[in-house]
């Protein structure tokens, strides 16, 4: 019985195979190609937990693009659903499909901008100001918040902390967004320097969180004694849950800065970047533009002053003159 099924099994796939190869001399070997075969791989390491190849192949769309990648201000977790409404705002406005680039450090969506791997992105002053020095990066406009188009540094420590300054954390666990955040770790960093210290020894650990809520996180859980951070996410983050004030106190508060900048390759089309510029700058003015940029809490988008930077280009002239 077990040798007449295992016949019988090696006769079905026989009859399988010469099934596939008449399929396709009956419809021929291209169409199928044509109709199965997808043209782009996407990668799928971030977060992938499966066994199998971590890239798949899916058809790809001849739609035009805009390329939006987003340095991790905020984790991504919270970028995306904070921003899509404002993503997709942008794409139906240009006639255009957004296509959104996550990466894990603001060096990494500072390399998709230089080498034309992306057209627009939510930047941090800090890599505005290198890329701007470094490879013609353009800025596009600012957000005003709260009637104001500048962001400081906050240092925070647990709200049990005895310490009162940044210099009563010698020693200490400290926690930054990104090693090239202007308000995560350049102003500490900048200040320690200039009273003295050495900030890559000032400290036992330097934890890169990865985002400004994360740092956050960092000290509310004691994982760090103290964070340098963006007082936008800061504050963004107490009105979201009002409890976490009560487990953090603010030591120390920097210069207010230019605040994060929506900047462009400069590669990207002329034409199709002031069409974009256009269409940020009067997103206030009708209703449904209006609703989106109050739920990212900014009052409207518009072009600074060029010497809006000119402090965090004195910052980057001291700590990265060479780059």
Same mark, same amino acid.
């Given at each position: 019985m077990s040798r007449r099924r295992t016949i019988f099994m090696f006769l079905i796939i026989i009859g399988v195979i010469i099934g596939v190869y008449t399929t396709m001399e009956l419809f021929g070997q291209n169409s199928l190609n044509k109709l199965y075969t997808p043209r782009k791989w996407v990668n799928l390491d971030k977060n992938y937990k499966g066994g199998i190849n971590k890239r798949v192949l899916v058809p790809e769309s001849t739609d035009p693009k805009l390329r939006i990648a987003m340095a991790p201000i905020m984790s991504p977790e919270k970028n995306l659903p904070f921003y899509k409404n404002l993503i997709k705002y942008l794409g139906e406005r240009l006639g255009m499909e957004p296509v959104i680039l996550q990466r894990s450090?603001?060096?990494?969506?500072?390399?998709?901008?230089?080498?034309?791997?992306?057209?627009?992105?939510?930047?941090?002053?800090? &890599?505005?100001?290198?890329?701007? %020095?470094?490879?013609?990066? $353009?800025?596009?406009?600012?957000?005003?918040?709260?009637? $104001?188009?500048t962001s400081q540094s906050f240092i925070i420590v647990p709200a049990e902390s005895s310490a009162a300054s940044l210099m009563d954390l010698r020693g200490k666990r400290f926690a930054s967004c990104d090693i090239i955040s202007q308000t995560g770790w350049i102003y500490p960093a900048l200040w320690l320097q200039q009273h003295g210290e050495n900030p890559k020894q000032f400290f036992s650990d330097h934890i890169i969180a990865g985002s400004h809520? %994360?740092?956050?996180?960092?000290?509310?859980?004691?994982?760090?004694?103290?964070?340098?951070?963006?007082?936008?996410?800061?504050?963004? !983050?107490? $009105? #979201?849950?009002?409890?976490?004030?009560? $487990?953090?106190?603010?030591?120390?508060?920097? &210069?207010?800065?230019?605040?994060? &900048?929506?900047?462009?390759?400069?590669? !990207?089309?002329?034409?199709?970047?002031?069409?974009? %510029?256009?269409?940020?700058?009067? !997103?206030?003015?009708?209703?449904?533009?209006?609703?989106?940029?109050?739920?990212?809490?900014? #009052?409207?988008?518009?072009?600074? &002053?060029?010497?809006?930077?000119?402090?965090v280009r004195q910052c980057a002239a001291l700590w990265n003159p060479q780059y």
């Open positions: 450090s603001y060096s990494e969506v500072n390399d998709l901008l230089q080498y034309d791997n992306c057209d627009v992105g939510f930047i941090c002053t800090y &890599p505005f100001v290198l890329g701007e %020095r470094s490879y013609g990066l $353009k800025l596009l406009v600012v957000p005003r918040i709260n009637g $104001k188009i809520d %994360r740092a956050i996180q960092a000290v509310v859980s004691g994982f760090a004694d103290g964070a340098a951070v963006q007082n936008l996410v800061y504050n963004r !983050m107490i $009105k #979201d849950d009002p409890g976490l004030a009560d $487990k953090i106190s603010i030591i120390q508060k920097s &210069p207010e800065y230019g605040t994060a &900048p929506l900047v462009a390759n400069p590669k !990207m089309d002329p034409a199709v970047r002031e069409r974009l %510029r256009r269409v940020l700058l009067s !997103m206030h003015e009708s209703p449904e533009g209006r609703e989106i940029l109050a739920g990212l809490g900014i #009052d409207r988008y518009e072009v600074p &002053p060029d010497s809006l930077f000119d402090d």
